[in-house]
């Protein structure tokens, strides 16, 4: 009987939970609705057009571009649908970023998952209200994140760097590269040898912090003067097999 019961005041519950849920969404305006939806496009369109600008002398994921036009339709819809200002940012947090904190990625991209989040909430929170507050909030980022681009603000004289040197196994390498490596960079570490050829080379490896406007061919040249011109590889760090630690 006590089952019986339980389940009748659980019909109800869910009954009037459908209810309200009903009413909640009926009472959004259909006209708030189609502006919020139109402002979330036009703004995701506007942010990804920024992003591949500023990406455009590197890499970028078409996915990620998609991701960005996208995101600020859907926490706008999520903010207009659900009357609850707390629950409908936590929803939206907990499905953007989920994916963000566990895929590798240069941050600065993540800002741009912020910012799209950010004009989503201001398109769902003002919908038609206060329309110049978000083409400002745009113009006044989008504007910050030029000029960072354009004047390559905080990027470092030098880049961390792997240098892979071939020798014979009878050359002393002991002192032979460190006037080279000393006038052509900042800092430097031999970090591993090994024997290669079936130990009739050696391998060489070395990080370096690189000067940016090294010439980098004539930096290998120096080195080829002096190995034998043998093989000699010049990689960043991250693009390295890193069998050897960093630090």
Same mark, same amino acid.
């Given at each position: 009987?006590?089952?019986?019961?339980?389940?009748?005041?659980?019909?109800?519950?869910?009954?009037? *939970?459908? *209810?309200?849920?009903?009413?909640? %969404?009926?009472?959004?305006?259909?006209?708030?609705?189609?502006?919020?939806? +139109?402002?979330?496009?036009?703004?995701?369109?506007?942010? *990804?057009?920024?992003?591949?600008?500023?990406?455009?002398?590197?890499?970028?994921?078409?996915?990620?571009?998609? =991701?960005?036009?996208?995101? @600020?339709?859907?926490?706008?819809?999520?903010?207009?649908?659900?009357?609850?200002?707390? *629950?409908?940012?936590?929803?939206? +947090?907990?499905?953007?970023?989920?994916?963000?904190?566990?895929?590798?990625?240069? @941050?600065?991209?993540?800002?741009?998952?912020?910012?799209?989040?950010?004009?989503?909430? %201001?398109? +769902?929170?003002?919908?038609?209200?206060?329309?110049?507050?978000?083409?400002?909030?745009?113009?006044?980022?989008?504007?910050?994140?030029? %000029?960072?681009?354009?004047?390559?603000?905080?990027?470092?004289?030098?880049?961390?760097? =792997?240098?892979?040197?071939?020798?014979?196994?009878?050359?002393?390498?002991? +002192?032979?590269?460190?006037?080279?490596?000393?006038?052509?960079?900042?800092?430097?570490?031999?970090?591993?040898?090994?024997?290669?050829?079936?130990?009739?080379?050696?391998?060489?490896?070395?990080?370096?912090?690189?000067?940016?406007?090294?010439?980098?061919?004539?930096?290998?040249?120096?080195?080829?003067?002096?190995?034998?011109?043998?093989?000699?590889?010049?990689?960043?760090?991250?693009?390295?097999?890193?069998?050897?630690?960093?630090?």
């Amino acid at each position: 009987m006590f089952n019986n019961l339980n389940t009748i005041a659980s019909s109800a519950n869910n009954l009037f *939970s459908a *209810s309200d849920t009903a009413a909640a %969404i009926s009472e959004v305006n259909i006209m708030d609705l189609v502006v919020t939806l +139109g402002l979330g496009v036009l703004m995701g369109i506007m942010i *990804s057009v920024l992003y591949i600008f500023t990406h455009r002398k590197s890499s970028y994921s078409s996915s990620y571009v998609l =991701t960005i036009l996208i995101l @600020p339709v859907i926490v706008s819809v999520v903010l207009v649908m659900i009357n609850s200002m707390a *629950s409908a940012l936590s929803l939206a +947090g907990v499905f953007t970023l989920c994916r963000y904190r566990t895929v590798p990625g240069d @941050p600065k991209d993540i800002t741009y998952v912020f910012f799209a989040m950010a004009v989503g909430v %201001i398109c +769902g929170i003002n919908r038609s209200d206060y329309i110049w507050f978000l083409f400002l909030f745009y113009i006044v980022v989008a504007a910050v994140l030029l %000029i960072v681009d354009i004047t390559r603000f905080g990027q470092c004289k030098t880049s961390s760097m =792997t240098l892979k040197i071939t020798i014979p196994e009878d050359m002393n390498y002991v +002192g032979l590269f460190d006037g080279i490596l000393d006038h052509y960079t900042t800092s430097w570490k031999l970090r591993r040898i090994k024997t290669t050829n079936f130990g009739s080379l050696f391998e060489l490896v070395y990080s370096l912090e690189m000067k940016n406007d090294t010439d980098q061919k004539q930096f290998i040249d120096e080195i080829r003067n002096l190995n034998g011109n043998l093989t000699v590889v010049l990689t960043l760090f991250r693009y390295d097999d890193k069998v050897y630690e960093q630090n």
